[in-house]
């Protein structure tokens, strides 16, 4: 099925804006903290008030809606679902992490849960059943046929797609209750389903300007350095390099600008992967400690060299260009964050 920009904006409502660029904002990996769930609450936490002022036409939630070690209940996904509408009602898209289920299962929790059980839950609250309509006001966004959590829209020319890929290499290891085969063929779908959920974003993407892509994992971490995961190697790989080298072979072939955006780890960054791409960019967005905010973006075609611009919903700040894995940066800014926010 190929679809392109006109099918996909055809009888929408066109979201205008007073210059050629495109603006969305992106959020992700928390709360991880009563303090940082104080800042999303609206309509007076601080994240959220600034989210409602800004007014996005999407608001893109890249998943960890909770910390890793926080009970993954009923009740928890429940409260964290409403609270995610609340940010941008009926405007925003979600795609899960690995807080959000694969972790679900880890020693010391209160109760511990069957990841795939979760992942059930998660996808019937958030996609099959969706009450409160997280993506109502998103002109013609489709999602992709057997796997719901994919989605792609376009807005101005820009065109936007999501792919669950979490943590935990991309859920193939730390597998303590489900059954094992089950849980790596679950693995094996969601590889299949993102790989031709990408093929299919880079066709529709002829007609389009440019391209954003939102997952949950860092697929750009520094100390991968095992093969692409197989039918045949299911666990002693590299959960994401097929996707990431599939990124970078279709960014290669298509002359307009690229971005990727994620969270899952702490470097947070914008930058330029690969030297030798010069039309792929990177976001390794706010959140996860390293940097308590979320980010707006906007889209300018006017400036080829360097089309996204990225700053923070709070500190109007652009993020650095070098990503920072270190363990000592981590502790630094996880201090600066308690000094501001009283973690």
Not at 9 to 29: C, H, L, M, Q
Not at 95 to 107: L, S
Not at 291 to 308: L, S, V
Request: charged share 25%; proline share 5%; with cysteine.
């Amino acid at each position: 099925m190929q679809l392109s920009i006109q099918a996909l904006s055809a009888g929408s409502e066109i979201i205008a804006f007073d210059d050629n660029k495109t603006r969305f904002a992106v959020i992700g990996d928390m709360p991880y903290s009563d303090s940082q769930h104080a800042l999303l609450e609206a309509p007076d936490g601080a994240i959220a008030a600034a989210i409602r002022e800004y007014n996005p036409p999407v608001l893109i939630h890249l998943g960890d809606f909770k910390k890793g070690r926080a009970t993954c209940t009923n009740e928890l996904f429940k409260a964290r679902y409403k609270q995610i509408h609340h940010l941008n009602p009926f405007k925003i898209v979600y795609t899960p992490g690995d807080n959000d289920w694969t972790d679900c299962d880890r020693f010391g929790m209160s109760t511990r849960y069957d990841e795939l059980e979760r992942l059930d839950f998660l996808r019937h609250l958030f996609f099959y059943k969706d009450e409160l309509q997280l993506t109502r006001d998103i002109p013609n966004l489709i999602r992709q046929q057997g796997f719901i959590e994919n989605a792609m829209w376009e807005i101005n020319g820009l065109l936007f797609a999501t792919l669950h890929i979490p943590g935990t290499n991309n859920g193939r290891k730390e597998i303590y209750r489900s059954d094992l085969n089950k849980a790596l063929e679950e693995a094996d779908y969601r590889d299949r389903s993102n790989e031709k959920w990408l093929h299919e974003l880079f066709k529709t993407a002829q007609s389009a300007q440019a391209i954003v892509i939102a997952l949950h994992a860092d697929i750009y971490y520094t100390g991968f350095t095992k093969p692409g995961c197989s039918t045949i190697n299911r666990t002693d790989c590299d959960g994401y390099k097929n996707i990431r080298d599939l990124i970078a072979k279709e960014t290669r072939k298509i002359d307009k600008p690229v971005l990727v955006i994620h969270g899952d780890t702490s470097a947070y960054c914008l930058h330029q992967p690969y030297t030798s791409i010069t039309n792929l960019w990177r976001l390794n967005a706010a959140g996860d400690y390293q940097h308590i905010d979320a980010n707006q973006i906007t889209y300018d075609p006017d400036t080829p060299e360097a089309p996204f611009e990225v700053l923070g919903l709070l500190d109007q700040k652009k993020p650095p260009k070098v990503c920072d894995y270190s363990i000592l940066n981590l502790f630094n800014n996880f201090k600066i964050s308690e000094e501001n926010h009283d973690l």
